[in-house]
């Protein structure tokens, strides 16, 4: 426990307030339900605690001894020693929010350095310090094309390939907005259709045109022609992207994109089971006052030095208030920071190096698989490290198949797209050796054999 | 404070001069010092379009606040001060003339009729700051 | 002498980290989509230590020294927390991998949930959103979708007291509902008067902090519960004040409808400079179907000798997905660790220390500040940075004055119904000696500001760097490095 009073500072306190017992604190709590007994087991202490919550881990089993081929908007990456233990320097991690930015320069300067690798990465001209995650950032796009078009404009166009997670999210968030419809995503649709089905959606009334870089099935598109069309109508486009693929492929500012949106976990930040991680927001310079969240920007103090502000703050909810675009109060701070020491730690060359190993990697193991039969690769559309498989048995079982030779198959893609019973979407890294592919297709071969 | 006698005064601290049947339209003295250093003016009417009584026709947004300027008489839009988002500072240096934001030709006269001469609208701003 | 950035201290060619060769033959890369210039730094390891240390250097923290700020329960984030966060088993899970290889993470999952439900008195909980005010979303969200589900599309409006935290009205406002502030009365209560003149049928609920903004219990609360759901409505609670409950009393049992929590207030995780947080919703038994989802459930009973099976359940008429995944589960695993540590005695230990912690510092400083709602109070309280006979000297400079002294300032200028407010929250994990030192300070700055007020107008005088000019900073509007060619 990490209280510290003796019973003596205890009794001083008292005395010092004026009252007889610490109870007598707590007079204006309704009698009937004060002091309520907590169906709580009694205290652990510290090395108790330790021992119990170790027994849960190890119930799991994780990516540590499995053979990951699991991706689907969370990534298997390796994350240099130096990123956790900078972030576990308490100066950062038991830190405030930089609102008294004499004492959180550490704070404020790596959010910004943060907002311009991001910067760098997507080509946009500005970037906020971070949302939840993926899925919140693509909501809080639409939000900001809601309020960009004073509602005037309605229709929100969202491609079937983006995570159905972020789809999800960008729905709920949506809800609260009075005749705001969200198309392109149904149902009937073949999973396997390209851009050309949004470009057709798009409108005069379209607000937001969502697509995703490399798209949820791993498919890389030249969305040249959906920007077009969106601008073309008015509408602004949205790219929802893979900041590891960006260390390869070309930049969303070279289709056109107006806002970039996606999930940075795959930079340094381990699986988690999900979570924390950390929602990045990128946008046109034109943008910039209409970006939801905090912002850094650079200025100088009275004696002239430089320093880094939290900037903008009218628009954020403590000010606003009902008028705020946007509630969010807190970013990903601790996560941004990793995520900025995995770059700078990579840099130019390093994300290059493992962009280039992810997709020879992916393309190696497509290559495999699809001389096992039984599996070929359906889309011939180009990918970066991830592709989808079609199999003739269920997924189901050709993973619990390859879990007892402990390696983590792909995701069963029936689970989100009815049309795709029978297919797995399989993801390959830097960390995935030729052995594992190797061993993953001899095991592949067993079960068609069975 | 400076409240010149010549205008009209909304409660919510915008003044009208009017001239003819437009009204020109800006944030008084009292308004530009409560919010201080005004960073950012952004102007969301636009000319040609008809503005309603009371709808926001700018939002102005200085570094502890933003505070939306409303429509004290609805109208057509005339014309609007483009410069006034390069130079944000002219509203707090000169919030009557230089700062001006928007021309309205106006609608229904009887919507001048709710504002307040300059006496009424400063022993207003007086009593508001007890 | 200010820190360079990283795009200052890169040199071309240099690299931090190195990838072994591809052990795979070469395939060929997509020569249209292929990126022309990655414009990041190129930087050594030891250059990457070097500045990240520094920066670490330039900031405050809790294991630095106290932080009062009110409402944000600034306790000291135990460090087993992070070994437990850690685990290799947690660490490294994804959470789309088959349910029973995933047994660790829902039981705990499961289990915390059992646990913030008994704490808060609630009947459902989700786990899911990110923050606070991602909890509050949902919270209204929640209320939004019972009435409908109803029939009731009636119900635009949504009372928020005008101490309330700025994220009410912005979430409210997010689910299309209209705001209508209650007034406060003079003794920090909401005014019942107004209440009941606003309740109606056209009224879907009511956002309430309690304990307040002003560190006060509601006198009135069961009534005030009573009129809002008398005329249909439901309560919302704002559970960012938990800290001063934790055993004392369960907002579920007052009657409140629907509450977020705070784990990285109330439960100990720590801020990372500005999150990640954590806000698990908990609702009343007819709110259980509509919390998002998924949440944990059992998906086949155990029975002595085998565990449950726990995997993910989605309510059945659930306002939907908030997140993607799960939600913060590495703020999970540090908050079910410190609730473990405490156990149900122990938590009531934790409101019962924060509580008379703030109340000495009150009665300490009672005497050369102004409190402007002088009763007991919880686990903080408000008092006015300004004095009549010192009218140079504004609450930002007391704030300012007091990092020379190498404390964090209180919370500034909230909540907005005291007049130059400092609302201070030491937290129970403060001792005696760290209070008094406190109280001394704040007693000198407040000489201070009688006889010398320069010193408070101009500081602070010993940190990184002084006050900035934040004008200068929203016109000029630089948000990125200066990338050298």
Redesign the interface.
């Known amino acids: ?5 003796t019973d003596a ?2 009794k ?3 005395q ?3 009252i007889e017992r ?1 109870e007598d ?6 009698a009937a ?14 090395m108790e ?2 021992q ?13 001894e499995l053979a ?1 081929f ?1 991706g ?3 990534y ?1 990456h ?1 994350s ?1 020693a ?1 990123v ?3 972030i ?11 609102y ?8 404020l ?5 943060f ?3 991001i ?3 997507t080509g946009m ?3 906020n ?2 949302h ?5 950032a693509t909501a809080e796009a639409g ?1 900001l094309a809601y309020h960009y078009f ?1 509602e005037k404009r309605s229709k929100f166009v969202l491609s079937h390939a983006v ?1 159905p ?2 789809r ?2 960008l ?3 949506m ?4 005749g705001v419809e969200v198309v392109g995503d149904e149902a009937e649709l073949d999973p396997f259709s390209g851009p050309e089905h949004i470009t057709s959606l798009i409108d005069k009334n379209t607000a937001l045109v969502v697509v995703q870089y490399p798209d949820f099935l791993g498919r ?1 598109y ?1 969305y040249t022609p959906v920007a077009k069309a969106a601008h073309d109508n008015g509408a602004l486009f949205c790219m929802v992207v893979n900041p590891t693929a ?6 969303p500012s ?1 289709f056109g994109a107006d806002i970039v949106v996606g ?1 940075g976990q795959p930079l340094g930040i ?8 950390l929602g990045f927001f990128a946008t046109r310079k034109e943008f ?2 209409k970006i939801a969240g ?10 002239g ?5 939290l ?14 675009t ?12 990793a995520a ?2 995995y ?12 962009a ?2 992810c ?3 992916a ?2 193991a497509a ?1 495999q698989i699809s001389q096992v039969p039984g599996f070929k690769v359906c889309s011939s559309a ?1 990918f970066f490290h991830e592709f989808v498989i079609c199999c003739d048995q269920p997924v189901a079982e050709i ?2 198949h390859l ?1 007892e030779h402990n390696i ?1 198959g792909g ?1 069963d893609l029936g689970a989100i797209y009815p049309s795709l019973k029978n297919h797995l979407l399989m993801a390959v890294t ?1 960390m995935n ?2 052995e594992q ?1 190797d061993t993953l297709c001899e095991v592949l071969k067993e079960i068609t054999h069975v | 404070m400076n409240v010149p006698t010549n205008l009209k005064y909304a409660k919510t601290d915008e003044w009208v001069k009017l001239e003819g049947n437009v009204a020109t339209i800006g944030v008084s003295d009292y308004a530009q010092s409560q919010l201080s250093d005004v960073v ?1 003016v ?1 102007i ?1 009417a636009v000319v040609g379009e008809h503005v309603a009584k009371n709808s926001t026709i700018v939002t102005i ?6 505070a ?1 300027v409303n429509a004290p008489v609805s109208g057509k839009v005339l014309a609007v001060n483009e410069g006034l988002s390069q130079t944000p500072e002219l509203v707090n240096n000169d919030p009557y003339e230089a700062a001006w934001m928007i021309k309205i030709e106006v609608e229904n006269p009887a919507d001048m009729d709710s504002l307040l001469d300059a006496a009424g609208y400063a022993s207003y701003c007086e009593e508001r700051s007890h | 002498m ?2 360079p ?3 200052e201290l ?1 040199s071309p060619g ?7 060769a ?6 060929e ?2 020569g ?4 022309e210039n ?6 050594s ?1 030891l ?3 070097r ?3 520094h ?10 020294g106290l ?1 009062p ?1 009110g409402s ?1 329960t ?5 460090k ?1 927390n ?3 966060a ?13 349910v029973e ?5 829902f ?2 999952m499961f289990q915390l949930q059992d ?1 913030l439900k ?2 808060g ?1 609630f009947s459902g909980i989700s786990l899911q959103p ?5 909890g ?2 949902v919270g209204v ?1 929640i209320i ?1 979708a019972y009435h409908h589900s109803r029939g009731d599309f009636n119900r635009r409006r949504m009372l928020i007291p005008d101490s309330a ?3 009410n ?8 509902f209209e ?1 209508v502030p209650v007034p406060t009365d003079a003794l920090g209560n909401v005014d019942l008067t107004a209440l009941k003149a606003l309740c109606s049928d056209q009224m879907a609920g009511l956002m309430l902090t309690n304990p307040n903004t002003l560190g ?4 009135n ?2 009534e005030v519960v009573r009129l809002v759901h008398d005329c249909g409505g439901l309560v919302y609670g704002d559970g960012a004040n938990m800290n001063a409950l934790l ?4 907002p579920g ?2 009657g409140i409808d629907v509450m977020h929590f705070n784990l ?1 207030k109330t439960f ?1 995780t ?9 806000g698990p919703v908990g609702v009343a038994a007819h709110l259980v179907d509509f919390l ?1 989802g998924p949440i944990v459930g059992i998906l086949e009973e155990g029975d002595d000798e085998t565990p449950p099976l726990y995997g993910p359940v989605m309510p059945k008429q659930s ?13 999970m ?1 540090r908050a ?2 410190y ?12 409101a ?2 924060a ?3 703030a ?2 510092l ?3 400083l009672r005497g050369k500040y102004t409190v402007p709602y002088d009763r ?1 109070c919880m686990h903080e309280f408000v008092m006015e940075g300004v004095w009549s006979d010192a009218p140079e000297v504004h609450a930002l400079d007391i ?2 004055r007091l ?1 020379d002294y190498k404390f ?2 209180p919370t500034n200028y ?1 909540p907005l119904i005291v007049h130059e407010a400092l609302m201070i929250e030491p937290t ?5 000696q760290t209070l008094d030192h406190f109280a001394d300070t704040m007693i000198k700055i407040a000489e201070e500001a009688h006889t010398q007020p320069s010193l408070l107008r ?1 500081a ?1 005088h010993n ?8 004008v ?3 016109k ?6 200066w ?1 050298p060619d």
């Open positions: 426990m990490f209280i510290p009073h500072e205890r001083e306190m008292l010092t307030i004026g610490i604190l707590f007079a204006d709590v309704p339900f004060r002091f309520p007994e907590l169906n709580i087991p009694p205290a652990l202490t510290e605690a330790l119990d919550v170790q027994g849960l881990a190890d119930a799991n089993e994780s990516a540590r990951c699991l689907a908007g969370a298997n390796y240099p130096a956790d233990f900078l576990s320097r308490s100066e950062f991690s038991t830190a405030y929010t930089p008294q930015p004499e004492v959180s320069q550490g704070t300067q790596a959010i910004f350095e907002q311009s690798l910067c760098g990465l001209d500005a970037s310090a971070s939840y995650d993926g899925a919140t939000i004073r995570h997670d972020y999800g999210v729905k709920t968030y809800c609260g907005y009075e890389i030249d960006l260390g390869l492929l070309k930049p070279e999930e381990p699986l988690s089971f999900g979570g924390p991680y910039v006052r905090r912002l850094v920007g650079e200025t100088v103090d009275s004696q030095r430089r320093g880094y502000v900037t903008l703050t009218a628009r954020e909810q403590h000010i606003r208030r009902d008028k705020a946007s509630n969010i109060c807190t970013n990903q701070g601790l996560i941004a920071l900025t020491i770059l700078s730690l990579l840099g130019k060359q390093g994300l290059r190096q493992v280039e190993l997709y020879q990697k393309h190696y290559d180009p993973n619990e879990l983590l995701l830097e050796s030729r592919i | 950012y952004e969301s947004e200085s570094v502890k606040a933003a939306d | 200010s820190e950035t990283l795009f890169s240099r690299s931090g980290v190195r990838f072994p591809a052990d795979v033959p070469f395939s890369l997509p249209e989509f292929l990126r990655l414009p990041l730094p190129e930087l390891e250059d990457v230590v500045h990240f240390t920066l670490s250097t330039l900031n405050y923290s809790i294991d630095s932080y700020l944000c600034m306790k000291y984030n135990p087993i992070e070994v437990a850690r685990l290799p088993g947690f660490a490294f899970s994804h959470p789309y991998q088959p290889t995933l047994q660790g993470s039981a705990l646990w008994e704490i008195g990110a923050a606070g005010a991602q509050e979303l969200m939004r935290h700025g994220t009205p912005a979430s409210s406002a997010m689910s299309g705001v006060l219990f509601d006198q609360v069961l055993g004392i009393c369960r049992d007052l990285h100990s720590p801020h990372g400079g500005g999150g990640p947080g954590s998002p306002i939907g997905r908030i997140k993607s995944f799960y939600g913060q589960f590495g703020m695993v079910y660790t609730i473990n540590m405490y156990g149900g005695e122990g938590l009531r230990k934790i019962e220390y509580v008379l912690n109340n000495y009150l009665a300490r007991v704030s300012k990092m964090h300032p909230f129970e994990t403060e001792s005696k101009q602070p940190t990184p760097v002084g006050r900035l000019d934040e200068k900073a929203a000029e509007l630089v948000l990125c490095c990338i």
